[in-house]
Nanobody, 123 residues
Framework: QVQLVESGGGLVQAGGSLRLSCAAS????????MGWFRRAPGKEREFVAA???????TSYADSVKGRFTISRDNANTVKLQMNSLKPEDTAVYYC?????????????????WGQGTQVTVSS
């Protein structure tokens, strides 16, 4: 069974940076797309960024475009570099894997999920 483990969350001041990592185990995810989602307190889970199986195509939510960068170190490791963080970026961030390999924005298309890592941005 695939397990995804996020790390790198924490507390940072507005304008600062964090880098999240997602490590997968249990299966080679070379053909899977990987995505990042987040859930802020009292809000629904929302798409943040995704990268396709080959790492050649990425997509971002409008709210993070130009500030966040998703990358893929290898088949089983994906990163999310977050710069110019804002208080509204505060949320639990989740890593997810999509066996179709495309990297869509719809969360219900993803097959595996991590437990999440908390990101808190203070003003």
């Amino acid at each position: 069974q695939v397990q995804l483990v996020e790390s790198g969350g924490g507390l940072v001041q507005a304008g600062g940076s964090l880098r999240l990592s997602c490590a997968a185990s249990g299966r080679n995810l070379g053909i899977y797309a990987m995505g990042w989602f987040r859930r802020a307190p009292g809000k629904e889970r929302e798409f943040v960024a995704a990268i396709d199986w080959g790492g050649g195509r990425t997509s971002y939510a409008d709210s993070v475009k130009g500030r966040f960068t998703i990358s893929r170190d290898n088949a089983n490791t994906v990163k999310l570099q977050m710069n110019s963080l804002k208080p509204e970026d505060t949320a639990v961030y989740y890593c997810a894997a999509d066996r179709r390999g495309v990297g869509v924005q719809e969360s219900n298309e993803y097959d595996y999920w991590g437990q999440g890592t908390q990101v808190t941005v203070s003003s």
